[in-house]
Each structure stands twice: as structure tokens, then as C-alpha cells.
């Protein structure tokens, strides 16, 4: 039997995290048993769908690694409304479904205003289909329903607690219940592999298998995703889109090796490690089935330490779409023409040590290309204390008098000029950083400053200087 996966979104909104989680445990279950994964859009609910939000879906899937030429698909739940009905009429024709044109005040009347799941009322009234008329499905009175999960054992339901659902609305159309078993059904699925909140759908869905005549898939549900204070990360409250980590610069490496985590780990004391490891000793059964806590932290220190790791040449590349604000990034603050490759290159390895996103870059080097410091005024009113104005005299002096513009030889030179006025170089250093780069953190100064050049680091001196006049 060949195994055959598949994640199922529905695109009605950015690409969740949490999403992108199931959709690498998909793929490399896929992977090991050399089965295949198959991408499904689930695009029935046209108010809440967009064409973006799917396209969205393939550029996040393509980003993490799960590659366009990897997957079988992308099929639309959309176009299998054909299969979809006609299963429904399947089921009623074989009476396992019966038709209901109970309204939900009615039942509760019935029900003491205590509803809790259809009273089954319509069961044996022998509806025929007509306007108006929801299809219900007829599920057992006894026995229990074993569904094999390979992360939480065999979680069973008793039937008799489960109520008579509906599987498709007074107008005829199936509800999600049935289109997704239906399309599992089409497309050969032998293993469902989703998030936790689908638990509950999940006995009522092999109900369905069963009565639809085919054996049930293998389930594996992954726990879910929750924030700091344990809620389930959602898109109102907390960053679960991809595409947010992506534009603030977190690496593809790196995201996904911080989301295989959730509820897993690598052999040994290991978390950051490569990619083939983690395609070779993931396990689902081992996955953890309690909620799994995504600490944005974290992931920054991951990120950080991948940046890290990269060779310079990479991490140059990978900084481009920060440097000239591509797709969806914001532009930086200065002219493309401003922007010098070389003197990027130079201070590059110093970013590199100490940034855990990519967008940090920005701030970090866009003194050297813009046309004036962009000031930041509290790091100025911190940095500008009683005598700034004199040391900046003195290091404005001593600087147009050195022998050679080179970091070491600067660095020699004002920590001189502050010495002569009893000042440590931390202290002499902070005026004139914030007259160079505007903000009083930030890359070694000497080195940013000997890459920027003597003219330009006088002239912003100078300024700074009659600012404080
Ligand atoms: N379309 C469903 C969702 O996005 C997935 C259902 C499933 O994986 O079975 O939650």
C-alpha cells in the first residue's frame, strides 16, 4: 500500500504557523515511507476564500521547503462538489442519512432549552428531500467508534453520545464534515495527519467512512499551538502568520527546524540541527500530544544562531531583500542609488554576529547610505550630557589630524582626546556615536566608522557639534 498524505487548508486567511507545522510532518511522513503528499485547498466556503490567501498558501508552502514539483496537486475541494453530493444522496438512498426540518428553536423547546446535540426527532419521520431540509446522518445507538491515532493511541467514543449531525444544509449543500472525508476518499488517503482541533470532527468522519463502505484512514492528530499563556495561538491575538516571520527576516532553515520541535525532538541534547536529521529521525508516534508552546524567543535565538552559521557570502545574499525592500518588505530609508555593495560588504561580518532577524540589518548599517545620520532623539538627549560639545571639539580636532584612517588608529585617538578630559572610552565614545549613526547602539563604532570614510564622519561631527551650539 503506498501511503498518501495530504494537508488540507482552507484559504481563508495568511498562513498560519501552526499550519505549516502539520504540513512538514506531512511531508516528511510522506518522505520516509516513500508515499506521497498531496496538497489539497479546502475552498468551500466561498465568503471567507480569497485566490490570494491560496496563492499565499503555495508561496509559504514553497518557502519552508515544500516545493511545487514535491506535492501532487494543488486539487480544489471546490471542484469535487459533484462527489460531494452524490455521496450524501449515497447515504440517504442507503439510510444512513434522513432528512430534518427541525429548526434549532423547535429542538430546544423540546430539549427544556438543554440542547445538547439534535434529539433526534426526524429519525423515523421518513422526510423526503425538499427545500429547506437538512441531511442528517443516522449514527449508531450503540457500540463505539475506535479511531486509531498514531500520536494518542485509540481514543474512543461512544456512539450514543454522538449526536445526529448534519451533512448537508437545506439548500444541498454538504457541509465540511463530508466533503473532506469524500475528497480523502477520491484521493487514496491512507493517513490524516492534522491539528488536534479536528479531534472531535474525527469520530463522526469514520462514521462516515464506514457507512460510505471504505476503510478508514490512519489518524495522527498533532497537538496544538499555544502562546505564552497557553491559549491556542490565533491570528487575532498572536504572529501566526509565516509570511510575517518571513518579511521580518527569519530564515526558512531556521523556521522550520523551531517548528518540527513543537512536540518533538531530535535524538541526543540537540535542537538546532540540520534538515536531514530531523527528515530521518522524526517519528510521529513520538510526537508529544499535549498543546505544544511556540515561544517566539526562541525562535529568535534560532534564528540568530542560524544567521550565524551562514557563510558571509550567504548572509550577504539573504540580507538583499532588506537592503532594497522587495515584494512585500518595506524599503529602507535610503536611495537605491545611495547604497555602496562594497561598503555593506565591509561591515557585514560585524552584523552578522549580532542580529537574530534579518530586518534588524537595516538599522544597523543605514548610517553608511544615507545622506545625513537619521537621528534618534532620545538616544541624542541620552548620549549628549554637560561637556559632549567640548569632546566633540576635541575628537573633530584630533580626528582630521590622524596619520591613517583606520579603526585601530581612531580608536587610539579618542580614547587620547577623552583620557585628556578624564573620561573612560565607553563615555568619550557615545557622542560621537550618536552624531555618526544617529543611535547609541549598534555596530563596533571604529570599524563603522573607518568604512565610513573621513569626510563624511567630519562633516556629521561638525553637525552635531553646531547642533549643540
Ligand atoms: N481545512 C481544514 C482546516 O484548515 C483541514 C481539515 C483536515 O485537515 O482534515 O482546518
Same mark, same amino acid.
Given at each position: 500500500m503506498t501511503v498518501r498524505v495530504r494537508f488540507a487548508p482552507s484559504p481563508t486567511g495568511m498562513f498560519h504557523v501552526g499550519g505549516a507545522r502539520s504540513a512538514l510532518q506531512n511531508w516528511i511522513y510522506a518522505k520516509q515511507q516513500g508515499g506521497v503528499f498531496v496538497l489539497r485547498i479546502e475552498d468551500t466556503d466561498a465568503a471567507r476564500n480569497k485566490p490570494e490567501w491560496t496563492e499565499g498558501i503555495l508561496s509559504a508552502l514553497d518557502w519552508i521547503g515544500i516545493s511545487r514539483d514535491s506535492y501532487e496537486g494543488p486539487y480544489f475541494q471546490s471542484s469535487y462538489a459533484g462527489e460531494h453530493r452524490a455521496a450524501a444522496r449515497r447515504l440517504y438512498e442507503s439510510g444512513r442519512a434522513y432528512y430534518c426540518d427541525c429548526t434549532r428553536e423547535a429542538v430546544q423547546a423540546r430539549t427544556g432549552n438543554q440542547y445538547t446535540g439534535y434529539d433526534g426527532y426526524c429519525r423515523d419521520r421518513g422526510l423526503p428531500p425538499g427545500e429547506g431540509r437538512a441531511l442528517r446522518f443516522r449514527t449508531p445507538d450503540e457500540g463505539a467508534t475506535v479511531v486509531v491515532d498514531l500520536i494518542r493511541g485509540e481514543p474512543t467514543f461512544e456512539n450514543k453520545l454522538i449526536e445526529d449531525f448534519v451533512i448537508a444544509r437545506g439548500d444541498g449543500s454538504p457541509v465540511f464534515l463530508l466533503a473532506n472525508v469524500v475528497d480523502d476518499m477520491t484521493m487514496g488517503i491512507t493517513h490524516v495527519i492534522r491539528a488536534e482541533e479536528h479531534l472531535p470532527n474525527t469520530p463522526k468522519q469514520q462514521l462516515l467512512w464506514d457507512a460510505l463502505g471504505v476503510k478508514p484512514p490512519i489518524w495522527a492528530h498533532v497537538p496544538v499551538v499555544v502562546n505564552e499563556k497557553r491559549q491556542k495561538l490565533s491570528k487575532r491575538r498572536d504572529k501566526v502568520a509565516l509570511e510575517a516571520y518571513r518579511d521580518e527576516g527569519y530564515l526558512a532553515t531556521a523556521m522550520r527546524n523551531y517548528l518540527m520541535l513543537l512536540g518533538w525532538a531530535p535524538s541526543g541534547d540537540r535542537e538546532i540541527v540540520p534538515w536531514s536529521v530531523i527528515e530521518d529521525e522524526f517519528r510521529l508516534a513520538e510526537v508529544n500530544p499535549s498543546p505544544a508552546f511556540f515561544d517566539e524567543k526562541k525562535l529568535r535565538a534560532f534564528n540568530g544562531e542560524y544567521i550565524r552559521a551562514l557563510p558571509i557570502e550567504e548572509f550577504v545574499e539573504v540580507c538583499q531583500p532588506w537592503l532594497t525592500? !522587495? /515584494?512585500?518588505i518595506a524599503p529602507p530609508p535610503w536611495q537605491p542609488e545611495e547604497f555602496d555593495p562594497a561598503a555593506f560588504a565591509a561591515v557585514a561580518p560585524l552584523a552578522q554576529t549580532r542580529i537574530a532577524v534579518l530586518s534588524e540589518i537595516v538599522p544597523n548599517v543605514d548610517f553608511l547610505f544615507v545622506a545625513s545620520p537619521l537621528i534618534d532623539e532620545a538616544a541624542w538627549t541620552k548620549a549628549m550630557k554637560d561637556g559632549s560639545a567640548e569632546l566633540l571639539d576635541d575628537a573633530i580636532a584630533a580626528f582630521e589630524a590622524v596619520p591613517s584612517w583606520d579603526a585601530e588608529t581612531l580608536k587610539a585617538t579618542l580614547e587620547t582626546v577623552g583620557a585628556a578630559r578624564g573620561l573612560k572610552l565607553g563615555k568619550a565614545q557615545a557622542p560621537v556615536r550618536v552624531a555618526v !549613526? /544617529?543611535? !547609541?547602539?549598534?555596530?563596533?563604532l571604529f570599524e563603522s566608522v573607518e568604512v565610513l570614510g573621513a569626510e563624511r564622519t567630519l562633516t556629521r561631527l561638525r553637525a552635531a557639534r553646531v547642533r549643540l551650539t
Amino acid at each position: 500500500m503506498t501511503v498518501r498524505v495530504r494537508f488540507a487548508p482552507s484559504p481563508t486567511g495568511m498562513f498560519h504557523v501552526g499550519g505549516a507545522r502539520s504540513a512538514l510532518q506531512n511531508w516528511i511522513y510522506a518522505k520516509q515511507q516513500g508515499g506521497v503528499f498531496v496538497l489539497r485547498i479546502e475552498d468551500t466556503d466561498a465568503a471567507r476564500n480569497k485566490p490570494e490567501w491560496t496563492e499565499g498558501i503555495l508561496s509559504a508552502l514553497d518557502w519552508i521547503g515544500i516545493s511545487r514539483d514535491s506535492y501532487e496537486g494543488p486539487y480544489f475541494q471546490s471542484s469535487y462538489a459533484g462527489e460531494h453530493r452524490a455521496a450524501a444522496r449515497r447515504l440517504y438512498e442507503s439510510g444512513r442519512a434522513y432528512y430534518c426540518d427541525c429548526t434549532r428553536e423547535a429542538v430546544q423547546a423540546r430539549t427544556g432549552n438543554q440542547y445538547t446535540g439534535y434529539d433526534g426527532y426526524c429519525r423515523d419521520r421518513g422526510l423526503p428531500p425538499g427545500e429547506g431540509r437538512a441531511l442528517r446522518f443516522r449514527t449508531p445507538d450503540e457500540g463505539a467508534t475506535v479511531v486509531v491515532d498514531l500520536i494518542r493511541g485509540e481514543p474512543t467514543f461512544e456512539n450514543k453520545l454522538i449526536e445526529d449531525f448534519v451533512i448537508a444544509r437545506g439548500d444541498g449543500s454538504p457541509v465540511f464534515l463530508l466533503a473532506n472525508v469524500v475528497d480523502d476518499m477520491t484521493m487514496g488517503i491512507t493517513h490524516v495527519i492534522r491539528a488536534e482541533e479536528h479531534l472531535p470532527n474525527t469520530p463522526k468522519q469514520q462514521l462516515l467512512w464506514d457507512a460510505l463502505g471504505v476503510k478508514p484512514p490512519i489518524w495522527a492528530h498533532v497537538p496544538v499551538v499555544v502562546n505564552e499563556k497557553r491559549q491556542k495561538l490565533s491570528k487575532r491575538r498572536d504572529k501566526v502568520a509565516l509570511e510575517a516571520y518571513r518579511d521580518e527576516g527569519y530564515l526558512a532553515t531556521a523556521m522550520r527546524n523551531y517548528l518540527m520541535l513543537l512536540g518533538w525532538a531530535p535524538s541526543g541534547d540537540r535542537e538546532i540541527v540540520p534538515w536531514s536529521v530531523i527528515e530521518d529521525e522524526f517519528r510521529l508516534a513520538e510526537v508529544n500530544p499535549s498543546p505544544a508552546f511556540f515561544d517566539e524567543k526562541k525562535l529568535r535565538a534560532f534564528n540568530g544562531e542560524y544567521i550565524r552559521a551562514l557563510p558571509i557570502e550567504e548572509f550577504v545574499e539573504v540580507c538583499q531583500p532588506w537592503l532594497t525592500g !522587495t /515584494g512585500t518588505i518595506a524599503p529602507p530609508p535610503w536611495q537605491p542609488e545611495e547604497f555602496d555593495p562594497a561598503a555593506f560588504a565591509a561591515v557585514a561580518p560585524l552584523a552578522q554576529t549580532r542580529i537574530a532577524v534579518l530586518s534588524e540589518i537595516v538599522p544597523n548599517v543605514d548610517f553608511l547610505f544615507v545622506a545625513s545620520p537619521l537621528i534618534d532623539e532620545a538616544a541624542w538627549t541620552k548620549a549628549m550630557k554637560d561637556g559632549s560639545a567640548e569632546l566633540l571639539d576635541d575628537a573633530i580636532a584630533a580626528f582630521e589630524a590622524v596619520p591613517s584612517w583606520d579603526a585601530e588608529t581612531l580608536k587610539a585617538t579618542l580614547e587620547t582626546v577623552g583620557a585628556a578630559r578624564g573620561l573612560k572610552l565607553g563615555k568619550a565614545q557615545a557622542p560621537v556615536r550618536v552624531a555618526v !549613526t /544617529g543611535r !547609541t547602539v549598534g555596530l563596533p563604532l571604529f570599524e563603522s566608522v573607518e568604512v565610513l570614510g573621513a569626510e563624511r564622519t567630519l562633516t556629521r561631527l561638525r553637525a552635531a557639534r553646531v547642533r549643540l551650539t
